[in-house]
């Protein structure tokens, strides 16, 4: 090739390479302003795009959470939650049941038989429903209506641990130790893992005198519901059965300081003194625990039986009178305001107060002797 036709064609080649690079500089651009214009929809997509609406708390969520709050102890919280939840959803028979354990834990004996009640109400065939019923019935003193309810749910199911659990604490009470111990042993070979079991089981060891063996089971317990007041303050019991007074103190402190708020520690440490006679002690305790649950009739019950002792009578027929407000069934508030009145020379009413108290439970031995 001569160099005057390389002269010409070396500019050309230049001149189309040129045009070769502009034009791909001109395509990655507009794919980049394409690449960046497709992420602004995007973003502008994501931001105007309508927010998903959450999801509503079921009955089970929100029984849940009320029962974790049982469990940590908060014991308060979780009364008002189930109030709460019982409007949301009226006709669900878990709640009635949840609801009154809670309240037996509470203290509150007389308002649990009615959630229990209101379970059973809403199905009749919840062996739980049931077991429920004889739980509440138990620690409302009706000992016959409590191992017949319980007897209710194992006939709907003979492998309910629950049920066998209530039963055997339920017959211990009614003196039935023999058929008690068998109760709670069954309980637990059938739930090894369940507190209630063995709770059920300790009860009916404390019943026999058993102490020792009852510490274990309760102790068991514990371990298998490390967060629950109520085999705690059940353990605090036995040890002032026992005559362990240091223990059951002991015991009952830690549990104030962990959940000040609580009244069942105040209304145990209270029965404590009580039943070492130290009765002005006690009545501080009663009246704490009755100032942070003013529905607590078993405080002003124990209150009541405190200052009579002391000889402080009208002290007394005030706390038993809030009692039988609060607890009108109680037989034994009726009984403790009838004593009170009569200590201040007004028969007429106190005569009332002993019929009271035997229309309720006929052949009531305080009543009995304050009638005669």
Request: neutral net charge.
């Amino acid at each position: 090739m001569s160099w005057r036709l390389m002269f010409w064609l070396l500019p050309l080649a230049l001149a189309i390479g040129a045009i070769i690079t502009l034009l791909n500089w001109r395509g990655e651009l507009q794919a980049e302003i394409a690449k960046r214009e497709m992420k602004a929809a995007t973003a502008i997509a994501a931001v105007s795009a309508p927010t998903a609406t959450p999801a509503p708390p079921t009955a089970d969520y929100d029984l849940q959470q009320a029962q974790a709050m049982v469990k940590a102890g908060n014991v308060g919280s979780a009364l008002v939650a189930y109030e709460r939840i019982s409007r949301l959803y009226p006709s669900d028979w878990r709640i009635y049941v949840a609801w009154a354990k809670a309240l037996i834990i509470w203290g509150d004996t007389v308002n649990a038989l009615a959630r229990a009640q209101k379970a059973v109400e809403l199905s009749p065939g919840s062996p739980d429903a049931q077991a429920l019923v004889c739980l509440a019935q138990d620690w409302n003193n009706r000992y016959e209506e409590a191992v017949a309810a319980c007897r209710r749910a194992l006939t709907i199911d003979p492998r309910n641990p629950q049920a066998q659990a209530f039963l055997a604490e339920a017959l211990a009470d009614g003196g039935q130790i023999e058929e008690a111990l068998a109760a709670g042993k069954k309980a637990i070979d059938l739930a090894p893992a369940n507190a209630d079991a063995h709770r059920g089981y300790g009860y009916a060891l404390e019943a026999a005198g058993r102490f020792p063996e009852a510490e274990k089971s309760y102790q068991r317990a514990i371990e298998l519901d490390t967060g629950s007041l109520h085999y705690r303050l059940t353990l605090a019991r036995l040890y002032r059965r026992m005559g362990s007074e240091d223990k059951a103190l002991q015991q009952l402190e830690r549990i104030i300081e962990q959940f000040p708020s609580n009244p069942q520690g105040y209304y145990e440490i209270g029965l404590v003194h009580y039943y070492a006679k130290r009765y002005a002690k006690a009545a501080q305790y009663f009246e704490e625990a009755a100032k942070l649950d003013p529905n607590r009739a078993s405080a002003y019950l124990r209150l009541g039986w405190s200052y009579y002792l002391q000889g402080n009578y009208q002290p007394a027929v005030q706390a038993f009178g809030k009692a039988t407000t609060l607890a009108p069934e109680q037989a034994e508030a009726w009984a403790g305001l009838g004593w009170a009145l009569l200590e201040q020379q007004k028969k007429t009413e106190a005569r009332a107060a002993f019929e009271k108290a035997l229309k309720i439970q006929p052949g009531y031995g305080e009543a009995v002797r304050g009638i005669v």
